[in-house]
T-cell receptor, first 113, second 112 residues
Framework: DTAVSQTPKYLVTQMGNDKSIKCEQN?????MYWYKQDSKKFLKIMFS???????INETVPNRFSPKSPDKAHLNLHINSLELGDSAVYFC????????????FGQGTRLTVV | DAKTTQPNSMESNEEEPVHLPCNHS???????IHWYRQLPSQGPEYVIH???SNVNNRMASLAIAEDRKSSTLILHRATLRDAAVYYC?????????????FGPGTRLSVLP
């Protein structure tokens, strides 16, 4: 069983569309994250949820809206997609305490054309 | 936020040890030192973490300076599969909002 799974793995869409990326973890973790990795390969944290509550919300356009229906899921919905949204998006999960490791999904490569 | 600095890139020969340094001069007493690596076209993966004492696991060793202002990730025998970007991260034990902020990392090249 994959610990952190994201779907889809690849997503190609046109500007202006709305799309969602799903993330599920089966590790029983209480905290989940979304990261964006752009063409320069920098990993930037976007959001973090602990027990379904938002705890980190970095400077991200409000076109990005995370939703956590339960502790095991953190989905990312993106409205009105722009060319600059093209990137690889990674989901991760961990326990909140800093002495625990995080597990990452394999990423979703989003291409906006 | 506590931050880390790492060399942009390093090179190693296959089957030789590799020492990847990380400076974290503003580390606080409750910050854990974590290392992750990202292989090409994959998500980051956990390598090791520690607080004060040196740590060993099947992947690597972590040497932490006595004043905790720096640490070194040690790969005992580099293989071609170890070529990746290595990230050194500080993670507060109980502080919301300071988890898993990645810097640029060190790109490790392993030469055959």
């Amino acid at each position: 069983d994959t610990a952190v799974s994201q779907t889809p793995k690849y997503l190609v869409t046109q500007m202006g569309n709305d799309k969602s990326i799903k993330c599920e973890q089966n590790l029983g973790h209480d905290t989940m994250y979304w990261y964006k990795q752009d063409s320069k390969k920098f990993l930037k944290i976007m959001f973090s949820y602990n027990n379904k509550e938002l705890i980190i919300n970095e400077t991200v356009p409000n076109r990005f809206s995370p939703k956590s229906p339960d502790k095991a899921h953190l989905n990312l919905h993106i409205n009105s997609l722009e060319l600059g949204d093209s990137a690889v998006y990674f989901c991760a999960s961990s326990y909140l305490q800093g002495n625990t490791e995080a597990f990452f999904g394999q990423g979703t490569r989003l291409t906006v054309v | 936020d506590a931050k880390t600095t790492q060399p942009n890139s390093m090179e190693s020969n296959e089957e030789e040890p590799v020492h990847l340094p990380c400076n974290h001069s503003t580390i606080s007493g409750t910050d854990y030192i974590h290392w992750y690596r990202q292989l090409p076209s994959q998500g980051p993966e956990y390598v090791i973490h520690g607080l004060t004492s040196n740590v060993n696991n099947r992947m690597a060793s972590l040497a932490i300076a006595e004043d905790r202002k720096s640490s070194t990730l040690i790969l005992h025998r580099a293989t071609l599969r170890d070529a990746a970007v290595y990230y050194c991260i500080l993670r507060a034990f109980d502080n919301y909002g300071q988890n898993f902020v990645f810097g640029p990392g060190t790109r490790l090249s392993v030469l055959p």
